[in-house]
């Protein structure tokens, strides 16, 4: 981390996915929050400590309806942040495009990703591809929460024809 990064806001990027988990998940959501004083411990000063929280309670599956991503996105392309916040990299986005998108503008622009396990500088390969694993990450574990949730739906309804259950498959 440098003067360079310091001189400009760190933001954290707070996202629950659903309004559930916002209500019955507060410690997440207030895990992220205390991101911002692990900023003040690293150096920046309180009136460059950003919070966006907009995208409460909406998926992070797209960008597509979710503003604060995008006010993201386009502050580090605009150059203004020295680091992005998060409780894990996967956590900015699910889709795993979205995340490629902003830690390429990232490398262009000098800024920081910061996370539960470490700092990432962009410009080094290594950090570079320990990021990209974890987004690959992020998506794979979408993709089997979905598929678990698909199949436990499929598990509720009776078979067609008025099955006996489970014990009558065969």
Not at 15 to 21: D, Y
Not at 92 to 118: K, M, Q
Not at 120 to 129: A, C, G, P, T, V
Request: net charge negative; glycine share 10%.
């Amino acid at each position: 981390m440098t003067r360079s990064h310091l001189e400009r806001v760190a933001i954290m990027y707070v996202r629950q996915s659903t309004l559930v988990q916002i209500r019955d998940h507060t410690e997440s959501t207030w895990r992220q929050y205390d991101l911002a004083d692990l900023a003040a411990r690293m150096g920046w000063d309180e009136c460059d400590i950003e919070v966006i929280d907009c995208d409460l309670g909406l998926s992070g599956r797209s960008a597509t309806r979710r503003d604060g991503f995008k006010q993201l996105v386009a502050r580090v392309c605009l150059g203004e942040v020295g680091a992005v916040f998060g409780l894990e990299v996967s956590r900015l986005a699910r889709s795993n495009a979205d995340v490629a998108r902003l830690l390429e503008l990232a490398r262009f622009t000098d800024t920081l990703v910061i996370d539960s396990d470490g700092v990432y500088d962009l410009s080094d390969i290594n950090d570079r591809l320990l990021l990209g694993l974890k987004g690959q990450m992020g998506e794979a574990e979408l993709h089997w929460l979905t598929s678990r949730m698909n199949e436990a739906n499929r598990q509720r309804q009776p078979p067609a024809g008025g099955g006996r259950g489970p014990e009558g498959w065969r």
